[in-house]
């Protein structure tokens, strides 16, 4: 018992010693300092006791202090701490000593919404034209300030690794891959940076003929194609708002008006911000930022941010007036991207049976981002040939022109870059392991030549049940013009196996002109709205749109398709096919039975003049979704060529997208036409999301889809004529719950209606005709609890709501990445 009260003593003596001890005192009574708060960064680490005295335990290597009626102090810290704090003088007025309130200042609120309110009218896009240059640097690479005890490190470990004797123990195949490719990318990154990245762009702008943007040129270390997903990528507020100021964010930061100083000759208001996390233990005076208003025009003139903890990153972006319009002048941005943690001996050697002892030594990684804009020229004549072709243009990409649009030389680090790092890369192949990332981002698996399809692996519905497949692809790197494709599937339910085969014939390089012919024989859902010119987006949240849903029909269909991008905003698809289809339910159509030969042709057109795209290898891709988009198909099935069906059907979908005051609007117009001789499945189902024989506890459960009604019994309302609305709010506030991620809510609603003339005309499938309002509403948990999940509720309303609650509610669960 003695031994284990010792043990216990012990080891809570050790805990006690293994704290920071601090004393607070005043440096003129040298009184002691009651209720003193010590900060690490923005967390409170305690306050101190009537004695000035305060003990933590604590791996923050400097703290601040703070007292009321004190200056504030920092401190490094060490085993013992003793501070003496400097009284304030009596009619000292700085608001950095009397902000402490939890709420924002009134005054900065007002500016801020005055930017806001003038935000388009001080915007460059308010002119007829514009253009202006670019050059940007990214790097990667261990702090500016540590370089060079990091290349000292890396010699001397460098050499202790060189005479170490062999290991007593066999490593692993691929352990022992993984450290000489991580010991040989260390080596080079000694005499250079990881990563260099310079482009040269020019952006140009006109109301008349939209945005273009060219890269002059471009160059990344390590690889010697472009990669374009990644010239797109624009990492700075040249078109952005910072979050910061944004209505929706407003009550995630607290705002006070700091100062009015003179900046550039002009009167500037100054703006000091603070993440709100946890208001009981932030430092009241510690601010994430800065924000300069331009009194005059109530523009943004600057913008500093910096990181919660200690060296994690900041940005400046710096603006300025041309022609009483502002545009991005200049923008440097510093983040912290992990670290590089090494294990090094406490000494050469040890005594027999004793275990090696090691310290840890560690260097941060960021990426640096320098941005800088000149050459501007305001309302010069513009010509539509300037415009041509999609929102960005590749020029050149070999770095031969990036000397001219330098703004200083680069380092011998850097430019050493290009040499380790090209031969690195270039040695292990990470150009072709990048493809592979960039791929996913249009739905694609790539392996070499094959391009595997995410939307054909996986699926679920009532009539196949689990459907399981592949659908594989030959891309470029097979032919620049041939590519095959083909997929099969196996429902688990109707034990059957479907397939379809094609080839796409490529007839331009510099814009989408593609020739298609295909063979599919599958099962496809009864009255289903056309998604040919939908993005993946788009497809893969239509992907369980049939959870509920045993309405499906057989198609054997042999097909020839045209593709053509007439400009980047408009698209346009014409296809001819020679259809056998048969009903897989009990149905007759008029006495023409339930099997049918069909051919049609079919036009579909893609407005969307606020999209970017750039053309790849791979095809047209989309770097930025923009709002309105308008997608169009109208099909003519005719008696030619042994088809049975003489038919029109028109579908139209408008998507608009918009922020507010009230937050994101997002709005959906929907509708189609069928008429002629046309059985149910050229017809509309109203896509319901609930099973109609409500037989489980999960019945009601569903994810969302792009047009379906979470509250509606799948399979139930067809029409042949109809129009639809869904409407959808994201309130302008955010929150915290668990975690760190913040949540949002939506507030939904959605309403349909239609008519169905020949409805007797479809004969033994019992179906109702939506010729009252169908009407929902409800509200989506975005990051629920903050996860990645959303939950959704929502609650029929007005003609075909019933008695029964649980006729009258669905719910839908929702991943949000895949969230707009």
């Given at each position: 018992?003695?031994?284990?009260?010792c043990?216990?003593?012990?080891?809570?003596?050790?805990?006690?010693?293994?704290?920071?001890?601090f004393?607070?005192?005043?440096?003129?009574?040298?009184?002691?300092?009651?209720?003193?708060?010590?900060?690490?960064d923005?967390?409170?680490?305690?306050?101190?006791?009537?004695?000035?005295?305060?003990?933590?335990?604590?791996?923050?290597?400097?703290?601040?202090?703070?007292?009321?009626?004190?200056?504030?102090a920092?401190?490094?810290v060490?085993?013992t701490?003793?501070?003496?704090?400097?009284?304030?003088?009596?009619?000292?007025d700085?608001?950095?000593?009397?902000?402490?309130?939890?709420?924002?200042?009134?005054?900065?609120?007002?500016?801020?919404?005055?930017?806001?309110?003038?935000?388009?009218?001080n915007?460059?896009k308010?002119?007829?034209?514009?253009?202006?240059?670019?050059?940007?640097?990214?790097?990667?690479?261990?702090d500016?300030?540590s370089?060079?005890?990091?290349k000292?490190?890396?010699?001397?470990?460098?050499d202790?690794?060189?005479?170490?004797e062999d290991?007593?123990?066999?490593?692993?195949?691929?352990?022992?891959?993984?450290?000489?490719?991580?010991?040989?990318?260390?080596?080079?990154?000694?005499?250079?940076?990881?990563?260099?990245?310079?482009?040269?762009?020019?952006?140009k702008?006109?109301?008349?003929?939209?945005?273009?943007?060219?890269?002059?040129?471009?160059?990344?270390?390590?690889?010697?194609?472009?990669i374009?997903?990644?010239?797109?990528?624009?990492?700075?507020?040249?078109?952005?708002?910072?979050?910061?100021?944004?209505?929706?964010?407003?009550?995630?930061?607290?705002?006070y008006?700091?100062?009015?100083?003179?900046?550039?000759?002009?009167?500037?208001?100054?703006?000091?911000?603070?993440?709100?996390?946890?208001?009981?233990?932030?430092?009241?005076?510690k601010?994430?930022?800065k924000?300069?208003?331009?009194?005059?025009?109530?523009a943004?003139?600057?913008f500093?941010?910096t990181?919660?903890?200690?060296?994690?990153?900041?940005?400046v972006?710096?603006?300025?007036?041309?022609?009483?319009?502002?545009f991005?002048?200049?923008?440097?941005?510093?983040?912290?991207?992990?670290?590089?943690?090494?294990?090094?001996?406490k000494?050469d050697?040890?005594?027999?049976?004793?275990?090696?002892?090691?310290?840890?030594?560690?260097?941060?990684?960021?990426?640096?981002?320098?941005?800088?804009?000149?050459?501007?020229?305001?309302?010069?004549?513009?010509?539509?040939?300037?415009?041509?072709?999609?929102?960005l243009?590749?020029?050149?990409?070999?770095?031969?022109?990036?000397?001219?649009?330098?703004?200083?030389?680069?380092?011998?680090?850097?430019s050493?870059?290009?040499t380790?790092m090209?031969?690195?890369?270039?040695k292990?192949?990470?150009?072709?392991?990048?493809?592979y990332?960039t791929?996913?981002?249009?739905?694609?698996?790539?392996?070499?030549?094959?391009?595997?399809?995410?939307t054909?692996?996986y699926?679920?519905?009532?009539?196949?049940?689990?459907?399981?497949?592949?659908?594989?692809?030959?891309?470029?790197?097979?032919?620049?013009?041939?590519?095959?494709?083909?997929y099969?599937?196996?429902?688990?339910?109707?034990?059957r196996?479907k397939?379809?085969?094609?080839?796409?014939?490529?007839?331009?390089?510099?814009?989408?002109?593609?020739?298609?012919?295909?063979?599919?024989?599958?099962?496809?859902?009864?009255?289903?709205?056309?998604?040919?010119?939908?993005?993946?987006?788009?497809?893969?949240?239509?992907?369980?749109?049939?959870?509920?849903n045993?309405?499906?029909?057989?198609?054997?269909?042999?097909?020839?398709?045209?593709?053509?991008d007439?400009?980047?905003?408009?698209?346009?698809?014409?296809?001819?096919?020679?259809?056998?289809?048969?009903?897989?339910?009990?149905?007759?159509?008029?006495?023409?039975?339930?099997?049918?030969?069909?051919?049609?042709?079919?036009?579909?057109?893609k407005?969307?003049?606020n999209?970017?795209?750039?053309?790849?290898?791979?095809?047209?891709?989309?770097?930025?979704?923009?709002?309105?988009q308008?997608?169009?198909?109208?099909e003519?099935?005719?008696?030619?060529?042994?088809?049975?069906l003489?038919?029109?059907?028109?579908?139209?979908?408008?998507?608009?997208?918009?922020?507010?005051?009230?937050?994101?609007?997002?709005?959906?117009?929907?509708?189609?036409?069928?008429?002629?001789?046309?059985?149910?499945w050229?017809?509309?189902e109203?896509?319901?999301?609930?099973?109609?024989?409500?037989?489980?506890?999960y019945?009601?459960?569903?994810?969302?889809?792009?047009?379906?009604?979470?509250?509606?019994?799948?399979?139930?309302?067809?029409?042949?004529?109809?129009?639809?609305?869904?409407?959808?709010?994201?309130?302008?506030?955010k929150?915290?719950?668990?975690?760190?991620?913040?949540?949002?809510?939506?507030?939904?609603y959605?309403?349909a209606?239609?008519?169905?003339r020949?409805?007797?005309?479809?004969?033994?499938?019992?179906?109702?005709?939506?010729?009252?309002?169908?009407?929902?509403?409800?509200?989506?948990?975005?990051?629920?609890?903050?996860?990645?999940?959303?939950?959704?509720?929502?609650?029929?309303?007005?003609?075909?709501?019933?008695?029964?609650?649980?006729?009258?509610?669905?719910?839908?669960?929702?991943?949000?990445?895949?969230?707009?």
């Open positions: 018992m003695i031994k284990l009260l043990s216990l003593f012990l080891l809570s003596s050790a805990m006690v010693f293994s704290q920071t001890q004393r607070i005192f005043s440096k003129t009574s040298k009184q002691p300092v009651a209720n003193a708060a010590v900060y690490c923005d967390n409170l680490l305690g306050k101190t006791n009537q004695e000035g005295l305060l003990s933590v335990k604590t791996k923050c290597r400097k703290v601040e202090i703070l007292a009321s009626n004190y200056e504030d920092t401190a490094d060490r085993k701490v003793e501070v003496a704090l400097q009284p304030l003088a009596e009619k000292r700085n608001i950095e000593r009397v902000i402490i309130n939890d709420k924002s200042d009134p005054r900065a609120l007002r500016i801020l919404d005055e930017l806001n309110k003038r935000a388009k009218e915007s460059p308010s002119l007829d034209s514009y253009t202006f240059k670019s050059y940007s640097k990214f790097s990667i690479d261990v500016k300030d370089v060079d005890t990091f000292d490190f890396i010699a001397t470990r460098k202790s690794l060189s005479r170490a290991r007593k123990f066999k490593q692993k195949e691929k352990e022992k891959k993984d450290s000489l490719l991580t010991e040989e990318f260390i080596s080079a990154a000694a005499a250079s940076q990881m990563f260099l990245w310079e482009k040269a762009s020019e952006y702008y006109s109301k008349k003929f939209g945005e273009k943007t060219n890269i002059i040129d471009n160059r990344m270390s390590g690889f010697k194609n472009p374009y997903e990644a010239l797109a990528i624009n990492i700075s507020n040249l078109d952005r708002t910072p979050r910061q100021l944004r209505p929706e964010n407003r009550n995630l930061f607290n705002f008006l700091s100062d009015t100083i003179q900046l550039d000759g002009r009167k500037t208001y100054v703006i000091k911000f603070k993440e709100i996390t946890n208001k009981k233990k932030q430092n009241p005076r601010f994430n930022g924000i300069y208003v331009d009194a005059s025009s109530f943004l003139k600057k500093e941010s990181s919660k903890k200690l060296n994690e990153g900041n940005i972006s710096v603006w300025k007036p041309i022609d009483n319009k502002w991005l002048d200049y923008e440097d941005i510093k983040v912290k991207m992990g670290d590089q943690t090494y294990e090094t001996s000494k050697s040890t005594k027999a049976g004793e275990k090696p002892k090691f310290n840890k030594k560690t260097f941060g990684n960021y990426l640096y981002v320098k941005n800088r804009f000149f050459d501007f020229r305001l309302n010069e004549d513009e010509k539509a040939s300037d415009f041509k072709g999609y929102s243009e590749l020029k050149n990409s070999d770095g031969s022109l990036l000397n001219q649009y330098r703004t200083d030389s680069l380092t011998e680090r850097e050493a870059t290009y380790k090209d031969q690195f890369v270039e292990h192949q990470f150009e072709k392991k990048l493809s990332l791929q996913l981002l249009r739905g694609n698996i790539r392996y070499k030549m094959i391009d595997f399809d995410l054909k692996f699926s679920y519905d009532q009539y196949q049940g689990l459907r399981l497949g592949a659908g594989v692809k030959l891309n470029e790197k097979f032919s620049k013009t041939w590519s095959p494709d083909g099969f599937g196996y429902g688990f339910k109707d034990s196996f397939y379809g085969l094609g080839l796409d014939v490529k007839l331009s390089d510099k814009r989408t002109s593609v020739f298609r012919i295909d063979y599919v024989d599958d099962v496809f859902a009864v009255g289903r709205f056309s998604n040919a010119m939908w993005d993946l987006s788009m497809k893969l949240s239509d992907i369980n749109i049939d959870l509920h045993g309405a499906f029909y057989k198609n054997q269909k042999w097909g020839a398709s045209y593709l053509y007439l400009s980047n905003s408009l698209s346009m698809k014409i296809a001819v096919n020679k259809e056998k289809q048969q009903a897989l339910f009990d149905y007759q159509y008029k006495d023409m039975g339930n099997r049918f030969d069909n051919f049609s042709t079919t036009l579909s057109l407005f969307a003049p999209d970017k795209n750039i053309m790849t290898p791979s095809g047209k891709f989309t770097f930025e979704k923009g709002y309105p308008v997608y169009v198909n109208y003519k099935g005719m008696k030619a060529l042994g088809g049975d003489n038919y029109n059907r028109l579908d139209a979908l408008i998507i608009h997208q918009f922020r507010t005051a009230a937050g994101l609007t997002n709005i959906k117009f929907f509708g189609g036409l069928s008429s002629g001789t046309a059985p149910i050229k017809n509309f109203i896509a319901g999301q609930t099973d109609r024989n409500n037989n489980h506890w019945s009601n459960i569903g994810s969302p889809t792009n047009l379906g009604f979470t509250t509606m019994p799948a399979g139930t309302f067809y029409t042949d004529k109809f129009v639809a609305v869904r409407f959808s709010q994201s309130l302008p506030f929150f915290k719950t668990l975690g760190t991620k913040y949540s949002s809510i939506d507030i939904e959605q309403s209606i239609g008519n169905f020949n409805s007797g005309d479809h004969q033994r499938f019992e179906f109702m005709v939506l010729d009252h309002y169908y009407q929902e509403a409800g509200l989506i948990w975005n990051r629920f609890l903050g996860t990645n999940f959303g939950i959704g509720f929502s609650y029929r309303l007005g003609y075909y709501r019933t008695s029964e609650f649980s006729n009258n509610f669905g719910i839908k669960i929702k991943f949000n990445v895949l969230d707009r």
